[in-house]
């Protein structure tokens, strides 16, 4: 039998074609896991440290990094969760200016951030205009090709995450002495500034959102301790009224404007996600996920009911530790401890809780 030769121009052909294919696969594909974060404490995992120099040392930290890292909590926090799942190592805030590692993206989040007023450090449209130059630093630097940066197309894929809105809510509160009504006519604005973010973000090239809507600050030690009040106050749990009332109120208006911002911005995935109802399902079955006493927090003064006072709060002298933080809900009166945002990851990675229900690495498959 003859060998049957393959001309060169077939062969030059062939792998004309196969670079083409893999080119089209390459520019088609999800890319890696990368995380763009915005918000408070909830997510802060070292903004406010880096950013003011607030020291947040031991004992917050003393569970898992077993040093102060500028988180406030006894060690990580949902958002640690989160990267651990994804295989990527925990965001650098962007503040920080000692060997940040922004492989797996980049936390813009910094304690006691809010929506309004606009224009002061570090509300959400600051952080906003903080990515902005993140991105175009990054991408001016990649040409010098003088280290590791993300690129124009880790930047599209990636997925922005926002989770800001409590301390809006809590300033507002305080100002109206606990009062429904004026809180609620100041909830458009805080939304506003939150689609403004999304809108801001998906023009510089963001299609992938993954939004938190608020928890129930009502059934937190600190404000129990803080406010007197009377049953009347509470609801059937123990928890204020007025607090969480307001938090379903602006998390129905953060519903609409995901779900608005869907119909406008076609080509981008805008999640909701429900962290309200798995943060009070914590307080309601407290004894399913092995916790106790719901409204007591660990790390404090003054015992039961809620062993908080803000003349000894955590860390300060005076204040104690309980003996088992993994039993407590609540760290420090406000934060919630390592065992709950355990809980509170994996009720978000299970995909229940956001619309449209999906898993947070389906953003990554091709």
């Not at 492989?103 to 813009?108: A, L």
């Not at 450090?121 to 991408?139: C, E, G, H, T, W």
């Not at 608020?214 to 749990?237: F, I, V, W």
């Not at 530790?321 to 406000?334: F, L």
Request: charged share 15%.
């Amino acid at each position: 039998m003859d060998n049957v030769g393959i001309s060169k121009p077939l062969i030059l052909l062939l792998w004309i074609w196969i670079f083409l294919v893999m080119t089209a696969i390459s520019e088609c594909s999800p890319g890696r896991p990368l995380i763009i974060n915005f918000g408070d404490s909830n997510s802060d995992t070292g903004g406010v440290l880096a950013g003011t120099g607030l020291p947040i040392g031991l004992p917050h930290g003393m569970t898992f990094f077993h040093r102060g890292t500028g988180r406030l909590g006894d060690g990580r926090l949902i958002i640690d969760f989160i990267c651990e799942h994804l295989n990527l190592s925990y965001l650098s805030p962007y503040l920080d200016s000692l060997a940040p590692n922004f492989t797996s993206g980049v936390n813009f989040a910094v304690t006691g951030a809010m929506t309004l007023p606009q224009f002061i450090p570090f509300a959400l449209d600051v952080q906003v205009r903080q990515f902005i130059r993140f991105k175009n630093r990054s991408l001016e630097l990649q040409t010098t090709g003088s280290g590791n940066f993300i690129d124009e197309k880790g930047f599209r894929s990636a997925l922005y995450m926002i989770d800001i809105g409590q301390n809006d809510l809590l300033m507002a509160l305080y100002a109206s002495n606990l009062t429904y009504a004026p809180v609620a006519k100041q909830i458009p604005s805080f939304l506003a500034e939150i689609k403004l973010a999304i809108q801001n973000i998906y023009l510089y090239g963001g299609r992938k959102f993954w939004i938190h809507n608020t928890g129930p600050s009502g059934c937190g030690p600190k404000e129990l301790a803080l406010h007197p009040h009377t049953k009347n106050d509470l609801d059937r749990n123990g928890c204020f009224r007025v607090h969480n009332d307001l938090a379903k109120a602006f998390n129905k208006g953060l519903r609409n404007i995901c779900k608005e911002m869907r119909t406008i911005l076609k080509d981008a995935t805008i999640v909701y996600v429900d962290v309200y109802s798995i943060k009070y399902n914590l307080f309601t079955k407290y004894k399913r996920y092995g916790f106790e006493d719901p409204f007591m927090a660990c790390c404090g003064y003054g015992g039961p009911p809620n062993n908080y006072n803000r003349k000894a709060t955590c860390g300060q002298p005076g204040s104690s530790i309980c003996n088992n933080v993994s039993r407590s809900i609540v760290w420090d009166g406000v934060h919630y401890s390592e065992a709950s945002n355990r809980v509170v990851a994996t009720s978000i990675l299970s995909g229940h809780y956001s619309t449209p229900q999906m898993k947070l690495e389906i953003f990554w498959k091709a």
